[in-house]
Nanobody, 126 residues
Framework: QLQLVESGGGLVQPGGSLRLSCAASRFTLSSYTIGWFRQAPGKEREGVSCISSTGDFTYYADSVKGRFTVSRDNAKNTVYLQMNSLKPEDTAVYYC???????????????????WGQGTQVTVSS
């Protein structure tokens, strides 16, 4: 079965950092635009950051600009989200998603994608 698997979530204090990873199983990520989304309790899912298939183009939501960095290593079939200066409002379940033939900004606005991961919990709390 084709799937995406996120890892790297956890509990961190405000101001701390985490790096999330998104790995693909049984398919190659290199031809997909990848997005990181998050959903907090009682809120809609939002696109946080997206990266083009080659890694040349990235998009960030205003809420994370300057704090989060998305990158990818196609040789390792993995996409990363480095999260620095974390705030309590960053607490959410984080999902990665893959979709073909879409721009980074469009990717982060998508509801329907080719593949979703199962999510990883990020909790920012003292």
């Amino acid at each position: 079965q084709l799937q995406l698997v996120e890892s790297g979530g956890g509990l961190v204090q405000p101001g701390g950092s985490l790096r999330l990873s998104c790995a693909a199983s049984r398919f190659t990520l290199s031809s997909y635009t990848i997005g990181w989304f998050r959903q907090a309790p009682g809120k809609e899912r939002e696109g946080v950051s997206c990266i083009s298939s080659t890694g040349d183009f990235t998009y960030y939501a205003d809420s994370v600009k300057g704090r989060f960095t998305v990158s990818r290593d196609n040789a390792k079939n993995t996409v990363y989200l480095q999260m620095n200066s974390l705030k309590p409002e960053d607490t959410a379940v984080y999902y990665c998603a893959a979709h073909r033939f879409t721009s980074t900004q469009s990717m982060c606005a998508r509801i329907v994608v080719n593949y979703w991961g199962q999510g990883t919990q990020v909790t920012v709390s003292s």
